[in-house]
Structures are given as structure tokens and as C-alpha cells.
């Protein structure tokens, strides 16, 4: 881990993999939430999670080095092997045109692609790319897939994809290049609900077979 300046009013901190990344988001968090972290949420403005590190942004007036000792604390936290509480399920239609290549790819028949998927609890690593998308790790390495050689100039809104060790859902139509696995109704994205986004940072995921065809309606 290595914890950088960033600007006058923050630091970053740097780990090796998104894993690590968000086991130590899990742990600022449990830290803020303790007697130990008394006072610390207090002392910062914004926590924002990436792919390899971690943006902690101080409260206007709070001394970055105040920030400093209190991430020193900071115990990297197994968050989803422990994390308890609602898990936000998304009602899926397997047809998504990669399906094949997918199953391809990993060696598993369609079936078998969207039973792994359905079959794990993912959870929201970190948000980017546009507003409302998250970037979810799960619990099955045999959906590591690589991006589509050529990315589509429209995905629609709701596909479900797959790119490297992520899952994903377009909460809008835009271009894009992950694998396509579905499709879901289910909104993601709405500028007057609060929060707009359904796929926070820490927020855990179930894919949800409702038909289509390659599941049959079974998970």
C-alpha cells in the first residue's frame, strides 16, 4: 500500500488489486463506525473507491495530516466474506448476444455461464465509466472474461456484461465493450430518486434468472 498526496485537501491511496482496494474501503469504513474512529467520519468529506486505490478527501479545514493518522488505523477488512444484510437482486433475461462467446471463453455451456453468474453474491467494487454504473466483483473466477475484441457503438440501456474480472449493468444506452450475458428491467439510474444510483460502492448484487433463452427460468 502507498498513501500519496493529492492536492491540499486529500490523499490516495494505492494498493495492488481491486480486492485489496476494496478489503481497505471495508476497513475505513468498520474503523469510522467504531469507538477507535470516533470523530474521523467528521474529518472527511468524500471516500471514493477505484479499480486500485482509494481517494480520501478531507473536510474543508481539517489538516491532511489529521487524515494521515487516522488512515494509519486503517485494518483491511475481508468485506465480502463477512458482510451481512440486504443483497439488491436483479432480475436478469439471459439472451444477451456474447452469451456463446462467453460460454466459449470459459469452457462452461450457456447453462452453465448463467448458473455461475446467478449463483454468487457480487458486490460493487467502485463506480465509473457513466453515472449509475458499477463495477462488480464476484465470487467466481470462471467468468473472467476479456473485453470484446471490437466495442459496440450502442449497448442499450440494462445490458448485462461481463469484462475482465467485473459485471456490470448499462444504466443508459452508450457505446461499450464488455461481453453481453442479458438484459434487465430494472432502472439503475435516476436523477429523482435518492440516492440516483442503485449500484453504490459496497452495495451486493444477485443476478436473478426470470426467463430467457438460455436459463429456462431457473437460477
Do not use: C, I, K
Not at 473536510?59 to 485494518?75: A, I, S
Not at 461481453?179 to 432502472?187: E, F, S, W
Amino acid at each position: 500500500m502507498r498513501v500519496r498526496a493529492y492536492g491540499d485537501r486529500a490523499v490516495l491511496v494505492e494498493l495492488a488489486t481491486t480486492q485489496e482496494a476494496v478489503d481497505w474501503a471495508a476497513g475505513l469504513e468498520t474503523l469510522l463506525g467504531s469507538a477507535a474512529g470516533a470523530g474521523g467520519a467528521e474529518q472527511l468529506e468524500q471516500v471514493v473507491p477505484a479499480a486500485r486505490s482509494v481517494l480520501v478527501v478531507a473536510r474543508d479545514g481539517v489538516p491532511v495530516v489529521e487524515v494521515r493518522r487516522l488512515l494509519d488505523r486503517v485494518e483491511p477488512r475481508p468485506a465480502a466474506a463477512s458482510d451481512e444484510g440486504d443483497v439488491l437482486e436483479v432480475p436478469t433475461v439471459y439472451d444477451g448476444e456474447d452469451l456463446a462467446d462467453v460460454a466459449s471463453l470459459t469452457g462452461l455451456t450457456e447453462e452453465q455461464v448463467v448458473a455461475a453468474h446467478t449463483g454468487q453474491t457480487w458486490r460493487v467494487a467502485f463506480a465509473g465509466f457513466a453515472p449509475g454504473f458499477g463495477y462488480l466483483l464476484g465470487e467466481d473466477d470462471r467468468l473472467h472474461v476479456p473485453r470484446r475484441d471490437e466495442p459496440r457503438t450502442r449497448v442499450p440501456e440494462g445490458s448485462v456484461g461481463l469484462a475482465g474480472a467485473y459485471s456490470g449493468v448499462y444504466p443508459t444506452a452508450s457505446p461499450g465493450g464488455w461481453q453481453l450475458l442479458g438484459r434487465t428491467d430494472l432502472v439503475l439510474w435516476d436523477v429523482d430518486r435518492d440516492p440516483p444510483a442503485l449500484l453504490r460502492p459496497g452495495v451486493r448484487v444477485r443476478f436473478v434468472d426470470v426467463g430467457g433463452a438460455a436459463g429456462g427460468g431457473g437460477a
